[in-house]
């Protein structure tokens, strides 16, 4: 879930109090402080369990405590797998490689990292792609091959099986 929240101290405590409340597990929690907004507000983004039907519960006590809850989703994406593409990337567009991926609705690439030495020199990036299930990254990895070959890449995958 996402929240937005006043940017005093103690606000985030008093997000994650209700979560405990509800008997939530508390996951991952990304709170970066950046320029705040006209209304100094605080984004935060937090990944919890929560028992099943104790979800209303929650929104309720955020509420009482002035966080507003901006956004609220299952993760469909549970299949993660990170590979190192080689070549020309820049001048074989990029975005279409990801694009590839991205547009079978099921698998998309949420992480990308790249190094480019030269403007003449191969590049090298590592790709994470998750998906919603094991056949699914399968699939994705395959068009990846695909899209590999054609543009003259390189793909360096991971050892273990997805």
Request: contains cysteine; glycine residues 4%.
């Amino acid at each position: 879930m996402k929240l937005e929240m006043r940017d005093r101290p103690g606000q985030l405590v008093a997000a994650l109090k209700p979560i405990s409340a509800v008997g939530g597990n508390i996951i991952a929690v990304i709170h970066q402080r950046e320029a705040t907004t006209a209304a100094e507000a605080l984004d935060v983004q937090i990944v919890l369990e929560l028992p099943e039907g104790r979800l209303e519960r929650l929104l309720e006590l955020l509420r009482e405590q002035g966080v507003n809850v901006v956004r609220i989703g299952e993760e469909r994406l549970l299949y993660e797998c990170t590979l190192i593409v080689i070549g020309h990337l820049m001048h074989t567009d990029l975005s279409d490689t990801v694009n590839q991926i991205d547009k079978t609705g099921s698998a998309e690439v949420t992480e990308l990292s790249m190094v480019m030495p030269a403007i003449d020199s191969p590049s090298s990036a590592r790709i994470t792609i998750r998906s919603t299930t094991r056949a699914e990254m399968k699939r994705a990895i395959r068009i990846l091959r695909a899209v590999a070959e054609q543009k003259k890449l390189l793909i360096i995958e991971p050892l273990e099986d997805v």
